[in-house]
């Protein structure tokens, strides 16, 4: 099914990561023009690189702090300027500080509240009107099976509590969208091999002890998410909104 994404415009944050990397050539693949936007310059210019390599098309604000709101507004006004609006918003971005309660410092947690939660938000309210214009769209972000379950091997306070707030706040979206055609939308993660990942996964006691959750036994892939993003950015789920689909290798599921 080539060209599922055929004339539509998409939002990418974190384009530069694994993920964000990985959805954009999909993406553009798929027949889709991509706005993308990364804090490393490096890494989003390699984005761009690969998906004009492969024949597609894509243009990216770098770099780009997406806790600060005149940010969230220029990859907007890129996406306008350059495509006359856009059609699908992929919150990717973020960054989690993990430690135990009785460790973490309330800097840290408040971090990861701006870097997961308010970063969302702040890209949220920004497309929202030119959506609104464009005769709706669909919103997906991205929460993760930390945001449902707790996990004794990962001090994920933070992380946890950040994601489940992202749950959250796309149910939220979802209704006060409906009117508009806006559909919201999450993708929740288990474990996956990215570059945020890397460290954690060299510990093979860890590593064990995550993969003895999942029913399919095996670490998550960036582009076991990209696929699942990719549905919900296509037509094919136009009667979709305000749920969860877990990417998580059946980890939440007993």
């Known amino acids: 099914m080539a060209g599922r994404l055929d004339g539509k415009v998409c939002i990418i944050t974190g384009s530069g990561g694994s993920m964000g990397i990985v959805a954009s050539r999909l993406f553009a693949a798929e027949g889709a023009r991509i706005v993308g936007c990364d804090l ?11 998906v004009r390599k492969a024949g597609g098309q894509m243009v990216s604000h770098h770099p780009c702090n997406l806790t600060k709101r005149a940010d969230c507004d220029a990859v907007v006004d890129l996406a306008v300027k ?46 929202w009107p030119h959506l609104i214009k464009r005769g709706g769209g669909s919103i ?26 992202v749950l959250m706040m796309t149910r939220q979206l979802a209704v006060e969208g409906g009117p508009h055609r806006i559909r919201a939308n999450t993708v929740s993660p288990g474990l996956i091999e990215t570059n945020q990942t890397a460290e954690l996964l060299k510990d093979s006691e860890w590593r064990t002890a995550m993969v003895a959750k999942m ?22 789920s136009s009667w979709v909104t305000g749920t969860d689909i877990a990417v998580d290798g059946g980890a939440t599921c007993w």
């Open 40 to 50: 490393n310059s490096d890494r989003a210019e390699a984005a761009v690189a690969a």
């Open 215 to 236: 029913v399919l036994k095996r670490i998550g892939q960036p582009e076991d998410i990209a696929r699942a993003v990719l549905f919900l950015a296509s037509d094919e």
């Open 140 to 165: 997906i972000n991205t929460a993760s099976m930390s945001g449902k379950i707790g996990i004794a091997v990962l001090p994920q306070i933070a992380h946890g509590t950040a994601k489940g707030a």
């Open 82 to 127: 350059t495509y006359g609006g856009f059609d699908v918003l992929f919150n990717n971005a973020g960054m989690a500080y993990f430690d135990w309660v009785d460790k973490i410092s309330f800097e840290d947690f408040a971090r990861t509240m701006d870097e997961e939660v308010n970063i969302i938000f702040h890209m949220v309210q920004a497309a």
